[in-house]
């Protein structure tokens, strides 16, 4: 077997003014976001107890005047946040609506705290805060935003047990985790319909030490950032879901017009049926629309998930529609991710919605996150993000890894190269990988651009967790800002 070990270039991301950086944060201060879809304000709504929105609404005020970068030896990691007056990255104000504030009794918190049962304690918190975000959405001038603002104590009281639901069936190899009731994403699915999207803030938002906060961080597995990254991340998530996009990835002009698909599979509520859903990027600005599929097969000697020919040509018509819906002219081509391996049949129903919405050129790709394969470096750092071995039927890439920009691996465990096996291409599997590593970094939830998935995968992923509590049928949203 040959390989071929290359290091890529850590791709430019597009800003304001036709700005180019690697950096997002540095790119937003010195540039601005895209025009000319900059927005002059972002209104918020909240929900919360009087506490929480007192909290929020403190945070939103200290950020005003900007946050010192925590102190390191990694200053590049390490930004601080300038602030939202002269020098607002986002080139625009962020308000909390007064008409728009729900402060929820004490007594309403409380009486869900005391229900045995963790799957009814979910349902009753989905349930309030659902019928809030529904008032303020409806109301006349509805904020951009709704902000779910959360007590310490619901959050220990839905999120520190798993709400199982009994008799899943788990077998397979679809992208979700085990069947269970998770407040976030029900309540995304309870309010999928509105037509603003909801951001879920704890308290380790505005707080940053004391016994709570430590048992929140215990919770979530995650310790509590620095007050400049948080600031960072929560006003690019808001301007995101507000609908406006802060970055982009360049477009090369001598290049085709692509359209970028992920293709994920997950289980219903009642763990009975595979089903897919699919991320259609229109473009490497990765806007698009999120498509539910139909149902999923499963193979019968190693259980992983695929299409049927009908299924997979419908899934991937509705998504070259919807392209040529969007630009009034279908793509020139195609890149196909799906998260196991491709099938005679779908593949055969796959290029008859090529042919009949006039693609000519595609590149089918099977994404696996796991790998045998190992890359060691000189020292005690990872291999370097951006790491490409090319071997003869795939590629091995490492999206996450040691940064030469931040002087450090910004993780805390050794990160795992994900593998790429095409199918079929009509690129190289180098274009493949760059194009790839590229897409890792189109996460508007996070301003940290060492992703490990591609959009396309990460996107299909996240909308699987929200549209199993979705009934068939029901109306979801068509656009990603809504699922994250």
């Known amino acids: 077997m040959t390989f071929h070990a290359s290091l890529l270039d850590e791709p430019l991301l597009e800003f304001g003014g036709n700005g180019r950086e690697i950096d997002i944060r540095l790119g937003l201060m010195r540039h601005g976001p895209l025009e000319p879809e900059r927005a002059n304000r972002v209104r918020l709504g909240i929900i919360g107890t009087a506490d929480t929105i007192q909290g929020f609404e403190r945070f939103l005020e200290r950020c005003r005047a900007g946050i010192d970068a925590k102190a390191s030896r990694q200053p590049n990691l390490f930004l601080r946040f300038p602030g939202l007056g002269n020098e607002n990255p986002f080139r625009c104000a962020f308000e909390v609506d007064p008409h728009a504030r729900r402060a929820l009794p004490r007594s309403d918190i409380a009486n869900i705290v005391n229900i045995v049962s963790t799957a009814k304690a979910i349902e009753e918190a989905v349930a309030l805060f659902a019928s809030q975000a529904q008032a303020i959405a409806e109301a006349p001038g509805a904020p951009d935003v709704i902000v779910c603002a959360l007590p310490h104590d619901l959050i220990n009281r839905i999120v520190h047990e798993a709400a199982v639901i009994p ?76 609908g406006y996009v802060p970055w982009r990835i360049p477009r090369d002009p001598a290049q085709f017009q692509t359209s970028y698909v992920g293709i994920s599979f997950y289980r219903d509520i009642t763990g009975q049926r595979l089903l897919t859903s699919t991320a259609q990027m229109f473009d490497e600005r990765g806007q698009g629309l999120i498509l539910r599929g139909g149902r999923a097969r499963t193979d019968k000697k190693d259980r992983h998930p695929y299409l049927s020919r009908e299924d997979a040509y419908d899934i991937l018509r509705r998504s070259l529609q919807a392209y040529n819906a969007h630009h009034y002219h279908p793509p020139a ?123 396309t995968v990460r996107a299909a992923r996240s909308v699987s967790r929200i549209l199993k509590h979705v009934s068939p049928g029901a109306i979801e949203a068509p656009e990603y800002r809504f699922y994250i």
Request: glycine share 6%; charged share 30%.
């Open 167 to 242: 008799d899943a069936d788990h077998d397979g190899e679809e992208d979700d985790e085990p069947t269970y009731l998770n407040f976030r994403d029900l309540l995304k699915a309870r309010t999928i319909h509105l037509t603003r999207p909801l951001q879920i803030a704890w308290p380790t938002t505005w707080e940053e030490t004391g016994k709570a906060v430590r048992q929140l961080e215990k919770i979530s597995g995650r310790r509590v950032q620095d007050p400049a990254t948080r600031a960072w991340n929560l006003f690019n998530a808001l301007y995101y879901k507000a």
């Open 333 to 455: 081509r195609v890149v196909l991710y799906k998260t196991s391996r491709f099938e005679p049949e779908e593949v055969a129903g796959f290029d008859e919605a090529l042919r009949e919405e006039r693609v000519r050129l595609s590149d089918f790709v099977w994404l696996a996150e796991r790998t045998p394969f190992r890359l060691l470096r000189d020292g005690a750092y990872p291999p370097l993000r951006g790491t490409l071995l090319e071997m003869e039927h795939g590629a091995v890439l490492y999206s996450r890894g040691s940064v030469p920009y931040f002087r450090t691996y910004p993780g805390l465990y050794v990160p795992q190269p994900i593998m790429l096996r095409p199918h079929r291409l009509e690129s190289t599997m180098s274009d493949i990988g760059k194009e790839t590593f590229a897409l890792s970094k189109m996460n508007w939830n996070s301003t940290q651009f060492d992703g490990s998935l591609p959009i």
